[in-house]
């Protein structure tokens, strides 16, 4: 079965997790798509605007109305998710990415590394240029490129 790691960087709101960048490679041949998305329409509560706002204050994120000229409509993820379907291996870091691609992709074969492998990420990442300037331990290919280190260091799912 062919493998991507799926990684994703967002907002964690109090009724559900907010996509804001995506970064997938692909392992057989290391392509990578990278996106950023525009946040969905939300009636935010006042607990979910501190957390935006701490989100994007401290944390240095992009917040749920931000607005990236270049980013792809929320309403898009479905379908980029639906071109894995059930073709690939799914590796993913953390609960909230594999709840939230779960929820998405329910028949999928989903791995998420922290458990399965004993993934953990370090304090600082190395900077990726993703296209938005934002501290590296929040962006999604920075996270990603640890996560392939990782699973080419551990040889993890190779060779089946």
Same mark, same amino acid.
């Given at each position: 079965?062919? %493998?991507?790691?799926? +990684? ?5 709101? +109090? ?29 935010? %509560? ?19 109305? %931000? ?34 691609? +779960? ?11 922290? @458990?399965?492998?004993?993934? %953990? ?18 962006? @999604?290919? @920075? ?18």
């Amino acid at each position: 079965m062919k %493998t991507v790691i799926v +990684s994703l960087e967002g907002v964690n709101l +109090s009724h559900q997790f907010v996509v804001r960048e995506m970064s997938i490679l692909f392992l057989e041949d290391d392509s990578i798509r990278h996106y950023f998305f525009n946040g969905p329409k939300l009636h935010l %509560t006042p607990a979910d605007k501190r957390t935006e706002y701490y989100y994007q204050r401290f944390l240095g994120g992009l917040g749920i109305s %931000t607005h990236i000229p270049a980013a792809v409509d929320y309403g898009s993820i479905p379908g980029i998710f639906q071109s894995l379907g059930t073709r690939y291996r799914i590796l993913c870091a953390g609960h909230i990415a594999h709840k939230f691609l +779960s929820d998405k992709l329910p028949y999928a074969d989903i791995w998420e590394l922290q @458990s399965v492998a004993g993934l %953990t990420f370090p304090k600082t990442l190395r900077t990726s240029y993703c296209g938005i300037q934002h501290p590296a331990r929040y962006c @999604s290919l @920075s996270k990603l490129w640890f996560m392939k280190n990782f699973v080419d260091a551990t040889d993890i799912f190779m060779g089946e």
